[in-house]
Structures are given as structure tokens and as C-alpha cells.
């Protein structure tokens, strides 16, 4: 049987369709999170050199202070996306999204 080593028991595919299904869905939101994350902070030390590169200047300081605020929106933004799929999986029935958690990747 030829199988997907990027998911998780992947052998489910054909034994197990909605545990498949499961796996894939959690390996893309593991995926979007750490990009997410990555970003974030990406985007929050950029903000702090714009902020001490500043030189008293008001609206470089604005700029920084945007950009640190939009970091903060787009990782709660994520994590709402998050809670909203387990909420829907929770009200329709959908055991795969009721069961959905994050997975964090290990070395």
C-alpha cells in the first residue's frame, strides 16, 4: 500500500475514511499554525527594530505599534479559526472536528 509520510497514520485512508480525514485536516491546521506563529513572530521583531529605529520620529512609531497590534489580531484571528472548527464539529456532529487538536511538532 503506497501511503502519505507528511500525516499521521496515514494506513487510515482506506480502513478508517473519517479518521483519514481527521489526520489530513489536523495536519493542515498544524501546518497554517506554525506558518502563523512563525510569522508572528517574524513580524514582532521587525516591529521592535522599526520601533528602536525610530528616532523619536511619531509616525515611524505609529507604524511599529500597527504592525505589533496586526501581529497580535492575525495569531488570535488563527486560534479563533481553531475553536470555531471544534464548535462546528461540536453542534453538527462531526466527530472529526469535535476530536480536532493541535499538534506540535517535535524534533
Do not use: H
Given at each position: ?15 478508517d475514511p473519517a479518521a483519514y480525514t481527521n ?35 511619531s509616525k515611524k512609531i505609529e507604524t511599529s ?9 492575525g495569531l488570535f484571528i488563527v486560534f479563533c ?27
Amino acid at each position: 500500500m503506497i501511503t502519505n509520510p507528511i500525516l499521521n497514520n496515514s494506513q487510515l485512508q482506506a480502513s478508517d475514511p473519517a479518521a483519514y480525514t481527521n489526520s489530513v485536516i489536523q495536519t493542515i491546521f498544524s501546518f497554517f499554525l506554525i506558518i502563523a506563529i512563525v510569522y508572528f513572530i517574524f513580524n514582532i521583531i521587525m516591529a521592535g527594530i522599526r520601533l528602536i529605529g525610530s528616532n523619536s520620529d511619531s509616525k515611524k512609531i505609529e507604524t511599529s505599534k500597527t504592525q505589533i497590534t496586526y501581529a497580535f489580531i492575525g495569531l488570535f484571528i488563527v486560534f479563533c479559526i481553531f475553536a470555531i472548527l471544534k464548535l462546528v464539529g461540536t453542534i453538527v456532529g462531526i466527530s472529526s472536528l469535535e476530536n480536532l487538536q493541535i499538534t506540535w511538532p517535535t524534533l
